[in-house]
């Protein structure tokens, strides 16, 4: 069983349609208990990353993501969720994260070129990094995905294992041992997203 995280932020309807839609079986929840006892981990989130992180330090199940990452559950940080792995952010000032990959997240105004419009929308292609992680094994150089952000990780190169090009390569994929995270958004991202959900589901 996969487990979504409800902690008050999120596009939980669409990613939970997602994983049905590829057979996977899925449920949204808070409870403490039922994350742990999940096989796979997905952290969605939408919105700003000091709201995102005080909600999810409230609900407590911070320290229940940190935990089960390091017994070697995969996890899966989409969108905001990404952004929430690393160790800080600096939107809005500088916020912590959970720290699971090294690296912090930096506002694209003012690192890529002025006549780019922010927030970063639409279909831009991976780029695949080093050797092909197994998150994509179904897809292919170069396939599009959806992606919608002003904000993107720096500073984790070891863990980048895709990128975009917005002005610059920026950050689009991270993975850390059992710990992943898509910038972009696979659940709105045709069948090279539910593809590379199909990916994930099939992970040990």
């Given at each position: 069983m996969i487990a979504i995280v409800d902690y008050g932020v999120g596009n939980l309807f669409s990613l939970k349609s997602s994983f049905?839609?590829?057979g996977a079986e899925i449920i949204v929840s808070?409870?403490?208990?039922?994350?742990?006892?999940a096989d796979k981990i997905i952290l969605p989130g939408v919105g700003?990353?000091?709201?995102?992180?005080?909600?999810?330090?409230?609900?407590?199940?911070?320290?229940?993501?940190?935990?089960e990452a390091q017994k070697g559950k995969p996890i899966l940080g989409i969108c905001l969720g990404m952004q929430m792995l690393f160790e800080k952010s600096f939107e809005y000032g500088e916020h912590k994260g959970l720290g699971l990959i090294k690296g912090s997240v930096i506002p694209m105004d003012g690192t890529i070129p002025s006549d780019?419009?922010?927030?970063?929308?639409?279909?831009?292609?991976?780029h695949f990094?080093?050797?092909?992680?197994?998150?994509?094994?179904?897809?292919?150089?170069?396939?599009?995905?959806?992606?919608?952000?002003?904000?993107?990780?720096?500073?984790?190169?070891?863990?980048?294992?895709a990128t975009a090009e917005y002005g610059k390569e920026i950050t689009a994929a991270v993975q850390s041992k059992n710990v992943y995270g898509c910038q972009?958004?696979?659940?709105?991202?045709?069948?090279?997203?539910?593809?590379?959900?199909?990916?994930?589901?099939?992970?040990?």
């Open positions: 049905e839609s590829i808070g409870d403490e208990a039922t994350i742990r006892n700003a990353f000091e709201d995102a992180a005080e909600k999810l330090r409230a609900s407590g199940l911070d320290k229940v993501l940190i935990s780019l419009k922010i927030p970063h929308i639409g279909w831009n292609a991976l990094t080093k050797n092909k992680s197994e998150l994509f094994k179904y897809i292919s150089e170069n396939d599009c995905v959806y992606f919608v952000h002003s904000y993107y990780a720096d500073g984790c190169d070891d863990a980048v294992i972009f958004h696979p659940e709105k991202s045709g069948n090279v997203g539910l593809n590379i959900l199909k990916a994930f589901c099939e992970m040990e």
